[in-house]
């Protein structure tokens, strides 16, 4: 018979155990392992992200159960103690480090178009008071997810896990800066000096602007129908009418649209060759990352923790970061045209069954009968 590698096993295909070995070789990862290493203690984090499982307990019973098939994944039986040790000692960078060579991987998935579109933002991540070293920001007590996402290729780029009280602007100007891209963020990433630092770089942005920035107007620009189908109220060429026009001393669009609940939003663009209608759809594409955000949050764990201490809980969220892009990559190579959820409930199903991806949304083969048993009587039992 010939043999099959488990869903899971399909799924873990994308990871270069080669790469991973060298990334967990210079963290020195393995160094106290007692016999769990890196790549187990990686599979079992992914594994609860895909399975729905909240517990240590819950995960060492069910991932203990499947023992059978553990050999083909190179991993073996886990230990609850033994995951909570891990979970506190293991540096959370060589988790960070295997996302983003899965995210260089997945840049390669289809895109929607040519052009390079950066979307940023930042998400909470409450903790209970259980977790005291977690801080407080006035809002929240815990920590933030700082996200780069590209949304042609749907993949998170870039991932930052920061305590709760730092501003979304601070880990936003750290990103590295791609040439030629647009960002698209929201006001929150007010800084006039990495404003004019990705416009040097030849990069487009398209932010929101805060109330109070006073803006001279240069030019103001004739609406289209195209703009009147998009709800545009206004476009002008405005420049910084404040001190601060030092640090930014070039010019900006300014572009009002209405909403649909009848208020204005104002946009705010160093890109003064697109149309006013095409600035206001890149500034809606923003929603996508926070339908990101929406989406691990109900299909993944990052709200039930396995671990109290702030390394576990930051490998348990670059975790969920990994598993979405390894559901993508294994959606993309499947080709079942499955919608996000659909696919990841069948892979939550199916983990451990013996089947192919491509296969994965079709009902299992029916049983073929043995070809000596054709001319046998058989018994019907009333």
Known sequence: MRYENTVLGHLLKAISRRRFAAIVARHQGDRYSKGFSSWDHLLTLVFAQLAGIASLRHLEAVWNAQAARHYHLGSGAVCRSTLSDANRRRPSAIFAEAFAALSEQAGALPRQGSEVIRLIDATPVPLKSLCDWAEWNGRTRGLKAHVVYDPDADRPVRLEITAATVNDV???????IEPGATYVFDKAYVDYAWWRALHEAG??????????????????????????????????????????RPRLPIRLRRIIVRRDDGTLLTILSNDLARTAAALAALYKKRWQIELLFRWIKQHLKIRCFLGRSENAIRLQIIAALIAYLLLRLAAHDSRSGLLALRFA???????????ALTAIGQPPPRPTTDPGLAHQFTLAYA
Not at 223 to 238: F, K, P, R, Y
Request: glycine share 4%.
């Open 170 to 176: 601070v880990v936003g100007r750290r990103q590295p």
């Open 203 to 244: 990069c487009h942005f398209v932010t929101r602007i805060k109330k109070n920035v006073p803006l001279s107007v240069v030019e103001q620009r004739p609406l289209g129908e195209a703009e009147s189908a998009a709800n545009i109220e206004a476009d002008a060429v405005v420049e910084l009418a404040s001190q601060q």
């Open 345 to 355: 409930d069948l892979v939550r199903a199916q983990l451990f069954e013996r089947r």
